[in-house]
């Protein structure tokens, strides 16, 4: 069974410093693998998707890496700012038009 | 503006009631899902539904849920006897493209509160 897990929970930076965030992921066998950002009480944003082939994906500040073999994927945001505060969540495919499966999420504060 | 919309935003119903959500895509996608987040708890599958028929469901999608794409456009989640546990945000996403190695898009979600 796939479990999927962020750490750390909760993060706060000062603005300006680049942020990682991590997932990881029990069953290597995905098909692709999904960011997304999420403000308080609202939807989810895509903010990057990341084949299984692919090593990393890059959207502006946002790079995410992908290491298959040991089930993890990264998501740095350069040069933080107060607006990327959010909780930001990853979610795993393991078959072509299948679910995704969630991690709990990290909750980041950028503080001016 | 987003790929799917969904109605209402916020729904208050008493318990043991039946609930409507509606979701609405921009264009004729394949794919559709439907999924949940409990306050403080991670986001779960609940169901997915491609050709009018349900493809995969959860263990939560149990009798009292139902799905259904009445009129070509719209798809709807049914809760037939809502519960307090069924209260969460419920989410509709679809897969916009015939190519399956595409993102999902979310909408804003239904807020769903049982008194």
């Known amino acids: 069974k796939q479990e999927v897990t962020q750490i750390p929970a909760a993060l706060s930076v000062p603005e300006g410093e680049n942020l990682v965030l991590n997932c990881s992921f029990t069953?290597?066998?995905?098909?692709?693998l999904q960011w997304f950002r999420q403000d308080p009480g609202k939807g989810l944003t895509s903010l990057l998707l990341?084949?299984?082939?692919?090593r990393e994906q890059t959207s502006g500040r946002l790079n995410a890496s992908l290491d298959k073999s040991s089930g993890r994927s990264t998501l740095y945001i350069a040069a933080s700012q107060p607006g990327d505060s959010a909780t930001y969540l990853c979610?795993?495919?393991?078959?072509?038009?299948?679910?995704?499966?969630f991690g709990a999420g990290t909750q980041v504060v950028v503080t001016p | 503006e987003p790929e799917v919309t969904q109605t209402p935003s916020h729904q208050v119903t008493q318990m043991g009631q039946e609930v409507i959500l509606r979701c609405v895509p921009i264009s004729n996608h394949l794919y559709f899902y439907w999924y949940r987040q409990i306050l403080g708890q991670k986001v779960e599958f609940l169901v997915s539904f491609y050709n009018n028929e349900i493809s995969e469901k959860s263990e939560i999608f149990d009798d009292q849920f139902s799905v259904e794409r009445p009129d070509g456009s719209n798809f709807t989640l049914k809760i037939r006897s809502t519960k307090l546990e069924d209260s969460a945000m419920y989410f509709c996403?679809?897969?916009?493209?015939?190519?399956?190695?595409?993102?999902?898009?979310f909408g804003d979600g239904t807020r769903l509160s049982i008194l």
């Open positions: 069953d290597s066998a995905i098909y692709n």
């Open positions: 996403a679809i897969i916009k493209a015939e190519l399956s190695n595409q993102p999902q898009h």
């Open positions: 979610a795993v495919r393991t078959d072509s038009w299948g679910k995704l499966q």
């Open positions: 990341i084949q299984s082939s692919q």
